[in-house]
């Protein structure tokens, strides 16, 4: 057996070393040896895929090496490992926060709310997927995305600005068009008189403004078909409903 002391060393971690510990580490590791910092440097960049596929093959080691719990305690909150709620494995977009790949955890957002939707092959969501939308899973996405950008994106983020602008789901067309610019400039996906679409060059950063991401979701939800296409004259997104079950 694979003395554990041997990939802590991988991650030049002592024996002892706590969960905190060793996530920290591998995250400051895999900045430093990230491939894509050696683009112009091709045998330094091999050099770095060998010790990144070494970095993941330690702290995938040590995670599963690690006492079995649905979730650990952190100053900002609980953050997932090893989790399947509801069915839905959320391995992967931790991943992906957890390395800051944010684009990549964007879409994969979107895609765990079409599977645990059933609705991976129509790639959009009907009015009654939202409402029966699973409020552990929605909850598990939403911790882990408040977790890995310090509070700035997440479900919940977008739920407080969507409150403190005193957005209204109305039928009345001139109030919601009105409440869905104020959210929209809010959160930086209303920009030069204009939504943002699913096709737009979209930057993603943690400067970001708050509850900027996840945005992918969006062109799933009921009513956006309509929208980018000119036929309608407002949003129906239905945040409501989704925003409001946490």
Do not use: C
């Not at 996530?23 to 050099?47: E, G």
């Not at 979107?110 to 009015?127: A, F, Y």
Request: hydrophobic share 40%; aromatic share 12%; net charge neutral.
């Amino acid at each position: 057996m694979t003395d554990i002391n041997t990939y802590l060393k991988v991650l030049e971690l002592e024996p002892g070393a706590s969960e905190a510990e060793i996530k920290q580490a591998y995250r400051d590791l895999v900045f430093v040896w990230h491939p894509d910092r050696f683009v112009d440097h091709p045998r330094l960049q091999k050099k770095a895929q060998e010790k990144l596929k070494q970095l993941n093959i330690a702290y995938e080691f040590l995670q599963a090496s690690l006492p079995e719990t649905a979730t650990v305690s952190s100053s900002k909150g609980s953050v997932y490992h090893k989790t399947s709620v509801a069915g839905v494995d959320l391995n992967h977009l931790e991943e992906l926060l957890h390395l800051n790949r944010w684009k990549e955890a964007d879409l994969e957002t979107k895609m765990l709310l079409l599977k645990v939707s059933g609705r991976e092959k129509e790639g959009w969501l009907r009015p009654e997927d939202v409402k029966k939308l699973s409020l552990d899973v929605l909850g598990a996405i939403d911790l882990l995305w408040l977790n890995y950008s310090n509070e700035r994106f997440g479900f919940s983020v977008q739920k407080t600005i969507w409150q403190a602008v005193s957005l209204k789901s109305d039928r009345i067309m001139d109030i919601r068009t009105r409440s869905e610019l104020r959210f929209g400039i809010a959160v930086g996906w209303y920009v030069n008189n204009a939504w943002l679409l699913q096709w737009d060059n979209f930057g993603y950063d943690i400067q970001a403004p708050r509850g900027n991401l996840p945005r992918q979701y969006i062109f799933i939800l009921p009513g956006w078909w309509r929208y980018s296409r000119g036929l309608g004259g407002y949003l129906l997104w239905e945040f409501e409903q989704l925003l409001l079950k946490l």
